[in-house]
């Protein structure tokens, strides 16, 4: 489609004369470049990124994930960067195995803004951030069990049928819409009748009585 | 705290004796926030504000964790609204997908499904025509004016102040009559295509929208004079919910939240679409942070968009009779007629419906600026006419996640004010 071989960002050079390695490899796709990162060095990269006085990229715009319809290709982290200084855009990706556990370094602490959108991967990939402060599910609710919803091998219309998703909802008990930290707060967890403290206490909320 | 001082705009009461603009000190000293102390040996308490509370614009829910009255912390819970929409998208044909983006940011429906036009079109490489690029930037700015109308008359009800929200909710219906008029749905417009647009505007849209243009800013100038001088509404904003531009970008906020910070970053200029470096129009930046900036900042946003659309008018007047669609049988359904009358035609048809527009192997992600600051749609395609993964940048959603931040040992009452500021969709940050 495009007539000439797109030229990529000019951070890719500064990237691997730095990095040797670390960066796998890059493409450009619409435009847009893209550089793989190693897992284990790409927290150290972009936090290069961000403050190298050279790349600046200060502006976190996104943090999602990609899970390909081929399931051997691996689940992909996607940050996408941006500096608003230079004007320039990049897109950093890693590539997680899904045989081995989905785990990454979270970047929470380099830009504040990964804090809902490394919740939202974790909700709705199971990607787990390694160093997140409060990695809970973020549009689900606590407590929910069946499994991660933007994965492939999630069915559109769920796990359950409509009767037993409904059947599940009306089930459900008040107190579980409280996280056990937050009733911790005020010690009202203590003033929770026995029965319904030790239900809690086994991690069963929302069951049939 | 800095004092602030605002032209007066009225002409004869704001001159001095020389004839000169008198400033008028507005800033008012707010009574500082008492220390949490232990003095009184009391308890924290847990307050529930919502899911279904006419403050939190939506099903928002925030525990709020109280020291007497001020906030220790805030813990925003979402959820209530989530509908998959992204798992959707990936069941679907680009062109099926404008549906969902109606329904995400419900208030400013046009502009996100501009936005999946314009990123589709990123993904296969699609020129679309001079006609449909002004169109587009029309509905975006439509889109802009309506949403901030909204914003600005819930906040003015969630801060006390009743009567502009009727005035910009009859302003805001003005516009939705353009809407429904143009895409046949007041909220649903669904109205771009991948390549083009759903419908052109209808015989005499352009005089509707001409006259909303002249007589819209006197209602901007009506709201403006009831609240921006107004000791009420200063003392509610200033200096409530400030965040520093280090912090915005640090929070990746976005938008209208980002710009009152003192960063002038707005896609528009930085990282421009559909043409908008050939409009004439400015980026307004506030410098404290605030609530009452950024009611500045949207105010100053609206009679922007009301230039851009002026300009847009005359360029359309130039470009009448011009086509919306690309001249691509593969990408656009041919007229109706046409197909039921014409082989070749009825098969372009029959291939679109049935298997949808293939796009090639690749991604693409395209940021807009929306009302409530940097939406971005990314697509990554394995080549086949639905897409592996379609992403929504959801503004609202990080500019919400800043609210604990902007929360921290503010009074009960601010937190309303400064959610309000926010300027959330929950259809939006829940998808």
Redesign the interface.
Known sequence: MSPSRPEPSPSIPALTSRFGAAVLRHEVSCGDTIAYLARDRAHEILAWLKDDPAQRFNYLTDVTAVEYRDMERPLEIVYQLRSLDRKADLRCKIELDKRAPLEVDSVYDLWKGADWLEREVFDMFGVAFRGHPDLRRILMWETYSEGFPLRKDFPLRGHFSRAEQTRQALAANPEAHYSLEELSIVESYHELPADVRERLSRGERGTLR | MSLRSVEMALSTPGLDAQGNVRKVPLGIQLPKVPEPSDEMNS????INLGPQHPATHGVLRL?V?LDGETVIRV?P???YL?S?F???GE?RHYNQIIPLTDRTDYLSPMANNVCLALAAE??M?IEITERCTVLRVMACEMSRIISHLVWLGTTGIDIGAYTPFLWTFQQRERIYNLQESWTGARLTTSLTRVGGLMADIPDGWEAGLAEFCRTFPKTLDDVDRMFTRNAIWIGRTQNVGSIGPE?A?????SGPMLRASG?A?DVRK??PYLGYENYDFDVPVGEHGDCYDRYIVRMEEMRQSVRILEQALVRLERLKGAPINVSDPRLILPPKSRAMSDMEAMIFHFKQVMEGVKA?T????M?IENPKG?L?Y?F?S?GTAKP??W?I?PPS??N???LP?LCEGVLLSDVIAINASVDIVMGEI??
């Open positions: 308890e924290h308490m847990l525990v964790e813990v819970h979402i959820g989530h998959g992204e798992k959707l069941y990123k993904l490489g912090d970008i640090n929070y990746s906020l960063v970053y930085d990282r090639p690749g991604e693409a992600y940021g940097e971005g990314y990554v394995d592996v993964r992403r940048r959603f990080i919400l996640a800043c931040k829940d998808r």
